[in-house]
């Protein structure tokens, strides 16, 4: 964790992660900003993620989707999803700030998309407060 947030939002914050593991069946999660600051990680016992790299990793993805979704005209950038042949990534908009998951197992990537979308939203809740 970083040290930006006041003890009780960390905890509930790191609540909403470990909760979002449970229903979306994703081997790491994280909370950052939008520059890859790294604010939340929370992972599973068999997760080999690096959380330093994972955050940095989505200041490009988000600065990617963006140019995409503005050159494309699609307007706002909801989330990003990259799946490659050993597992997926899915960056959703948390108010100003980001979660990302990611996954190894492709058969539930539709589920964790949805409940991405699902947790951003109190994500970006809890860090408004």
């Not at 909760?19 to 604010?39: E, F, M, P």
């Not at 990680?41 to 990617?64: C, G, H, I, K, R």
């Not at 950038?77 to 948390?94: D, H, P, T």
């Amino acid at each position: 964790m970083s040290g930006h947030l006041n003890p009780r939002k960390e905890k509930e914050l790191i609540e909403l992660l470990m909760g979002l593991t449970n229903y979306a069946d994703l081997d790491a999660i994280a909370v950052v900003s939008k520059q890859g600051v790294k604010l939340a990680y929370f992972a599973t016992e068999d997760s080999d993620v690096d959380p330093d790299l994972m955050a940095a990793v989505s200041a490009a993805l988000l600065a990617t989707g963006e140019m995409a979704a503005n050159k494309l005209a699609l307007d706002e950038l909801y989330e990003v999803v990259v799946r490659g042949k050993q597992g997926f990534v899915v960056l959703s908009q948390a108010g100003d700030f980001l979660l990302m998951g990611s996954a190894k197992d492709l058969t539930s990537m539709g589920l964790a998309v949805t409940q991405m979308r699902k947790y951003a939203k109190e994500v970006g809740e809890l860090l408004k407060k």
